[in-house]
């Protein structure tokens, strides 16, 4: 049985063993001359500062995680006391995964100190008296724009038709169009901010090529002043939606999910597109029982550049992720080191301040993968694991947004132009053995099938395709060559 996305209350509930030690050896914070922990004094302002922006009527919506319960007054907050302070207690709440060496580093972190967990803690084992309603800060008026994040938005876009995710699925990928049309902008616009909203429980994570997507646990996405992605006019935008759910009788649901945009206005200057690097890997094989099988990507900066953020991606079986980088001086750091990755909170690690990188900075992203029984999450730890879309299958991506000065386009980095065959294989290999065969080879593929298939067993495997792999870059650097050759010849007429 695969796990549907934990809620805030079964949390609460699995780490209640952990925190209550916890609990137990935490000393008070009050010593007996000084006044009680109050609700109104001294909570309030935490819970206003650290759990609000989730924890309140219409709170976030972070890729499909919403809050169970509201922490706005007393009365709703005091039933949770005790529960509050065995999810901080245990670092389970607020939800981030990054290493506490990272403390400080990303604009987006979401953490308690010391201090604000003792006084939580001490103000539940203290009975959660109230205190004086006086002492209260003022509440905050949060903005009403329809529970976006992003604030009232410029245009909402989903696909046309509501879709229903029938009682039997479990996994499910679908495909949607949405075409953007001169009524919904005349021209292309410079995108400030852009929020993705499920709009079903059913949805596990929503990918919109060149606009990104959500998975549990994403934020919305705004981009400093000057920085923006690009919304097309007149161009089809492709919904890529990941239905996951437990099947059974009664659990179908409606789906039409949308995104929401915030433009930049005509006169505001934009001086840099942000870009997306993609370190993944498909021709891996995660063997049964193992508790910490390592795949690594790599990937090398062209020219000076400054890193916006990190999101590392997996499914039941992540572990662990690390970005590293080894400098063209032989210097190394690490990035970003999430040692315990958490299917269900998804984060982008987003810098406060971007972090430069000369060209020729070599990334590599480490992903660990524990398939074994002693992962509680685990579907099938006698199974070999390969690549896959299902949620029971695996992935292994880490995903890195950049800007650079020369403001080059998305091709010249990605290299948009090669193919990948372990890609295809792994993206068409429909009967999921491992293998492509004819019938599932796309159409340009298909002329090629007969030379990649090496040992003619009328399929291709990753070793084969690999192999072709090699044969492609092999005569791109040979077009590469005579390309120059035939530019210098031109120039010395």
């Known amino acids: 049985m695969t796990r549907p996305h934990i809620s805030s209350v079964t949390r609460l509930i699995a780490l209640g063993a952990l925190a209550s030690l916890a609990l137990a050896g935490a000393a008070p914070a009050a010593a007996a001359d000084t006044e009680p922990i109050t609700f109104y004094r001294d909570v309030a302002p935490v819970l206003q500062q650290e759990c609000q922006v989730c924890h309140r009527p219409n709170g976030a919506n ?26 901080v207690a245990a670092r389970a709440m607020p939800p981030w995964d990054a290493a506490p060496e990272h403390n400080g580093v990303f604009a987006n972190e979401r953490t308690l100190t010391q201090d604000q967990i003792d006084l939580l803690v001490n103000w539940a084992e203290s009975g959660a008296p109230a205190g004086d309603p006086a002492d209260a ?23 046309d038709e509501p879709y229903f995710v029938e009682d039997d699925v479990e996994d499910l990928y679908v495909k949607f169009q949405t075409t953007v049309t001169e009524d919904m902008i005349p021209e292309d616009r410079y995108v400030k901010a852009l929020e993705f909203r499920p709009g079903s429980s059913a949805v596990h994570h929503i990918i919109v090529p060149s606009l990104g997507g959500i998975a549990p646990g994403n934020d919305p996405v705004v981009h400093e002043d000057g920085m923006a992605d690009v919304l097309k006019a007149g161009r089809n935008l492709q919904w890529q939606m990941h239905y996951h ?29 942000v870009f997306a690097a993609s370190l993944g890997k ?33 499914h039941l079986r992540g572990k662990a992720a690390k970005y590293e980088a080894y400098y063209p001086d032989g210097s190394h750091e690490v990035l970003l080191d999430v040692p315990n990755y958490d299917f269900n909170w998804q984060t982008t690690y987003k810098y ?25 999450h ?3 730890p006698t199974a070999t694991v390969i690549w896959g879309e299902p949620t029971t299958d695996e992935m292994s991506f880490g995903f890195m947004s950049y800007i650079n000065d020369e403001n ?34 796309p159409g340009i593929v298909k002329q090629y099938f007969e030379m990649m298939d090496q040992n003619k067993d009328g399929a291709v495997d990753m070793e084969e395709a690999k192999a072709a792999n090699a044969v492609l870059k092999q005569m791109a650097e040979q077009r590469e060559k005579a390309e120059a050759a035939a530019a210098g010849a031109a120039g010395g007429e």
């Open 408 to 441: 080059r386009g998305r091709a010249a980095f990605q290299q948009d132009d090669e193919i990948d065959m372990t890609a295809v294989v792994a993206f068409s290999d429909e009967s999921r053995d491992g293998k492509l065969q004819l019938e599932e080879a």
């Open 137 to 159: 800060p003022e509440p905050i008026d949060w903005p009403i724009s329809g529970g976006w994040m992003i604030g009232e938005p410029d245009l909402v876009l989903h696909f």
């Open 62 to 87: 972070l890729g499909g995680m919403v809050a169970p319960m509201a922490f706005t007054s007393y009365e709703e907050t005091r039933p949770w006391a005790r529960s509050i302070a065995r999810q």
């Open 245 to 273: 759910k437990e099947p059974g009788e009664g659990t179908g649901v409606w789906d039409q999910s949308s995104v929401a945009f915030k433009f930049y206005d005509s006169d505001e200057e934009v001086k840099y597109e």
């Open 352 to 376: 406060k301040d971007r972090k430069k990188v000369p060209a020729g900075t070599r990334v590599v992203l480490t992903t660990v993968f524990d398939n074994s029984e002693g992962n509680p």
């Open 378 to 380: 685990n579907p099938d």
């Open 282 to 314: 498909y021709d891996f094989a995660v063997p049964p029982g193992d508790p910490d099988y390592t795949i690594q990507t790599e990937w090398t900066f062209p020219v000076d550049s400054e890193i916006v953020s990190y999101l590392p991606h997996m």
